[in-house]
């Protein structure tokens, strides 16, 4: 994954062929590349929308969205601004924690985590995006056929929740009216 040139303007397609890696990664067996590689696609995400709103061309920008000690370079900083800007809706804005909080979980553990473990089900059970039922009904897709473990709906879940908010800053950076978007 990356976005080409000066990672000022990026290219709609490669968003599309890196999308479409991403989904293949979340059927991975092994949980924490699942969470990881999502959580880093959300991030990518959340940098180009802050980026479409910002002068793209400008090393002040770059400074700021820099993940290596920028100060909105992390995920939590860039969700918060969005959120504090009007960028994002209140919803999107909790879902996102969420989600950093399950990929705070595995990330931290110096044990192999998943969506085996209470701690991972518990935070996805709180997940809502898109709704409650609807999110419900979605998340089976993603499930086996039958009685699904409490692990397979926590993954489902995830994994709806992850393309629904993937879907919405696509949109926004796609309608950000900024030309070189």
Same mark, same amino acid.
């Given at each position: 994954m990356g976005y080409h040139m000066t990672r000022?303007?990026?290219?709609?397609?490669?968003?599309?062929?890196?999308?479409?890696?991403?989904?293949?990664?979340?059927?991975?067996?092994?949980?924490?590349?699942?969470?990881?590689t999502c959580v880093s696609f959300l991030d990518e995400h959340l940098r180009l929308v802050l980026q479409s709103l910002m002068r793209r061309k400008s090393k002040v920008t770059k400074k700021l969205l820099n993940p290596s000690g920028g100060v909105v370079g992390g995920?939590?900083? $860039?969700?918060?601004?969005?959120?504090?800007? @009007? &960028?994002? !809706? $209140?919803?999107?804005?909790?879902?996102?924690? @969420? &989600?950093? !909080?399950?990929?705070?979980?595995?990330?931290?553990?110096?044990?192999?985590?998943?969506?085996?473990?209470?701690?991972?089900?518990d935070a996805c059970s709180k997940l809502v995006i898109p709704d409650g039922e609807r999110l419900s009904e979605a998340a089976a897709a993603f499930v086996p056929v039958g009685d699904p473990s409490t692990q397979d709906i926590a993954r489902g879940k995830f994994r709806v929740s992850v393309v629904c908010i993937w879907q919405y800053l696509r949109e926004l950076v796609i309608s950000s009216g900024n030309p070189d978007a």
């Open positions: 000022g303007s990026f290219d709609r397609s490669q968003l599309e062929d890196d999308a479409i890696l991403v989904l293949i990664n979340t059927l991975s067996p092994q949980d924490t590349l699942t969470i990881i995920f939590s900083q $860039k969700v918060d601004l969005l959120y504090a800007l @009007r &960028i994002i !809706e $209140k919803q999107v804005y909790k879902e996102l924690i @969420r &989600i950093a !909080e399950i990929r705070n979980i595995v990330a931290h553990s110096h044990l192999r985590v998943g969506f085996d473990d209470p701690n991972v089900q």
